[in-house]
């Protein structure tokens, strides 16, 4: 089914505000998740509602709740997230940092213990369209690990995200590069599982340690399988680091088994920013800049439809499709979000598509 993203948007707010948000916060994480919807990163989208719906009913998510400032040390700036939405207090530091970063050059800020931050493009985002640089590791603690180590079988990792942005200049546009550092998002698998469908290739293990393309193992059955890192040892190695950088440094803790697991997904966050001015002329940055992606866009590409894309250039075409044509999601994912709004109160006509 397709849904005009306006309406998505409207029905997203309404929902979150019977969830406990006031009409601000509503606002952010609505149009945080439709945004994603519309990126194609439905992993990250609505289909989110009805996990945070639950969470905030146990008690392990905190509607209203603003990022707390734990330490301001000049170009370090540290927060506590507390439960709260990500989408928020993820957009709460970063604005924080983003102000900072104009006095110091450089800022490395943290945030600790948040509920889901949602897609980290959308805080690379952010940087970029201030004119900075940012670099983001992310990982994921609260939860039971998802992905399986190079060369092992049992899951010790969450999906631990990696974002890097880089600003553009006046003909070219941002680089957007958001990956997580498993061969998908656990969303992607909730999604495919709703909608019926399988992977093309094995992306993750089954309980038995076998390669599968079969979503239904992460989500079926009482034990799961796990999702399988990218690149082989160098994705090994990228998913540890994300690990040990963000949930060291921001003191939220990492996924080891001492820590509290009790079923949210709480991310802590490191990330740096880089104002490029306080290093190069930004006229010279913007012409090389432009010089080295009309570089890589001139190797020739074998398969014309399959076209040189540069980093967050498949979102943006990915947007404009689904402005025009709507967001696509399954029947199942639909449901699944009705369902969780009307254990709130709504009514199945707060729903109606136009």
């Not at 974002?163 to 941002?174: E, L, M, V």
């Not at 999702?227 to 950088?245: D, F, S, V």
Request: charged residues 20%; contains cysteine.
């Amino acid at each position: 089914m397709q849904i005009v993203s306006e309406r998505l948007t409207q029905i997203a707010r309404a929902l979150l505000q019977k969830a406990g948000c006031d009409e601000s916060e509503a606002c952010c994480v609505a149009d945080h998740l439709v945004s994603a919807n519309l990126k194609g990163h439905d992993s990250h989208g609505v289909g989110m509602l009805p996990e945070y719906v639950t969470f905030i009913s146990q008690g392990i998510m905190h509607p209203n709740t603003p990022a707390r400032q734990v330490q301001d040390a000049g170009a370090i700036l540290q927060f506590a997230g507390d439960r709260g939405f990500g989408q928020r207090t993820g957009r709460d530091a970063m604005q924080a940092a983003i102000e900072r970063v104009k006095t110091t050059g450089v800022c490395l800020m943290t945030l600790a213990s948040t509920c889901h931050l949602g897609r980290i493009g959308t805080y690379g985002e952010m940087a970029a369209d201030a004119g900075l640089i940012s670099i983001h590791f992310v990982n994921v603690s609260d939860i039971a690990p998802l992905v399986a180590p190079f060369s092992g079988s049992e899951a010790r990792f969450g999906t631990n995200p990696i974002c890097i942005a880089f600003p553009g200049s006046d003909t070219q546009p941002p680089f957007i590069l958001d990956f997580a550092t498993s061969l998908v998002a656990l969303g992607k698998t909730r999604v495919a599982w709703l909608a019926g469908k399988t992977f093309d290739e094995p992306v993750m293990l089954d309980s038995a340690g076998n390669p599968t393309g079969d979503p239904k193992v992460m989500w079926e059955g009482d034990k799961t399988g796990a999702l399988l890192p990218i690149a082989r040892h160098k994705g090994g190695g990228l998913i540890l680091a994300a690990e040990l950088l963000a949930g060291i440094l921001s003191g939220g803790g990492t996924i080891q088994p001492e820590n509290p697991r009790e079923g949210a997904i709480v991310n802590n966050m490191t990330t740096i920013l880089i104002d490029p001015g306080k290093l190069v002329d930004m006229a010279w940055l913007q012409q090389e800049y432009d010089a080295m992606l009309a570089y890589v866009r001139s190797s020739k590409a074998p398969n014309p439809a399959s076209p040189i894309l540069i980093a967050g250039e498949p979102e943006r075409q990915m947007r404009q499709q689904r402005l025009a044509q709507g967001v696509t999601l399954s029947d199942g994912e639909w449901q699944k979000i009705v369902a969780a709004g009307i254990s709130l109160g709504m009514a199945e006509q707060d729903f109606q598509l136009p």
